[in-house]
């Protein structure tokens, strides 16, 4: 089988040269670390280019191996239908972390320690932990590498966990708040010092190792019930939904936890995230964030990868 092309217009977020291999090239549009096969200088130049000016570039991916095959300028009517994109207003800001540092019995409490300006705008929280398992099955159940036609179609290609979270993550947001008419926030983790980055070993899918320059999942707040003497406490825990990692709804701090597996990579780190509105789709320039309001772009994605694999 021939591999998978697709072509898309990108911002250039960096161009990173690393202590050992090719140069590295990072994309709002795309989660995953992208480079270049062989030396393809005019390209290259185009892609610094783009970064200076900070206009978009039109690129051709083999999304198997990770490869840029072709980047070219784009046409001024591509150009000009990229510049109606809608950012989210007045974004939150872009949080450093050092997770050696937290202390996550009080990390995850949304109300207490978590005060992000997102929290303030919807008060539906989720009840109980059940209630955040059953949201989180559902999901789940829709994954492309299950049998049948999915309940909410498009399939979700939880299956492919190299790149396309910003499209699952829009689309559960999207089953989260109308199925459920819960609230749901994003979250983002981005590994952008040096030559940090974001790795996980996808244990679901092959075993083998996954590496990103950020990652976005749905963060949901959820009631849970605390027994004890003298009295039952309840406390709000910020967690997070994303079954291309685990089983089960985790608390942010395992999440962001285990993006920072140095078995795949010595310089695996969480050098800072950010909890948005549910409408972020991608980061931008300057901690911006863009959005997918009808949903196009998202659906496009989760059909494009629904056949691929991880390992």
Not at 137 to 165: E, K, N, R, T
Not at 239 to 268: H, R, Y
Request: with cysteine; net charge positive; charged share 25%.
């Amino acid at each position: 089988m021939a591999p998978k092309r697709e072509t898309r217009l990108v911002t250039v977020a960096a161009i990173r040269t690393p202590r050992n291999g090719p140069r590295q090239y990072l994309f709002h549009q795309y989660e995953r670390i992208l480079r270049f096969e062989a030396s393809d200088a005019p390209s290259a130049r185009r892609l610094q280019n783009a970064r200076r000016t900070r206009r978009p570039i039109k690129v051709t991916l083999d999304t198997k191996q990770g490869l840029i095959r072709d980047v070219r300028e784009p046409s001024e009517r591509e150009r000009e239908a990229f510049a109606q994109r809608v950012p989210v207003k007045a974004p939150s800001r872009i949080a450093k972390i050092d997770l050696r540092r937290i202390d996550p019995t009080t990390f995850n409490l949304a109300e207490l320690y978590l005060k992000w300006p997102p929290f303030k705008l919807c008060r539906a929280i989720i009840p109980t932990y059940k209630k955040a398992k059953d949201i989180f099955d559902f999901c789940a159940q829709l994954s492309c590498h299950l049998p049948g036609p999915p309940a909410v179609p498009p399939c979700i290609p939880f299956q492919y966990v190299i790149d396309g979270c910003y499209a699952r993550a829009h689309q559960m947001r999207r089953i989260i708040t109308t199925r459920y008419r819960y609230c749901c926030d994003k979250v983002f983790s981005f590994a952008t010092a040096g030559n940090d980055t974001l790795a996980v070993k996808a244990d679901k899918w092959g075993g083998c190792c996954v590496e990103w320059w950020y990652h976005v999942a749905p963060l949901v707040r959820v009631r849970i019930k605390i027994k004890g003497l003298p009295k039952t406490i309840h406390v709000v825990l910020a967690m997070v939904i994303d079954p291309g990692m685990f089983d089960k709804p985790v608390l942010l701090s395992t999440w962001l936890a285990a993006q920072e597996n140095t078995a795949c990579n010595p310089d695996a780190r969480v050098t800072s995230y950010s909890i948005q509105p549910g409408s972020a789709y991608t980061p931008y320039y300057g901690g911006g964030f863009d959005t997918d309001p009808n949903y196009t772009q998202t659906e496009a994605t989760l059909i494009n990868y629904s056949g691929l694999t991880t390992c």
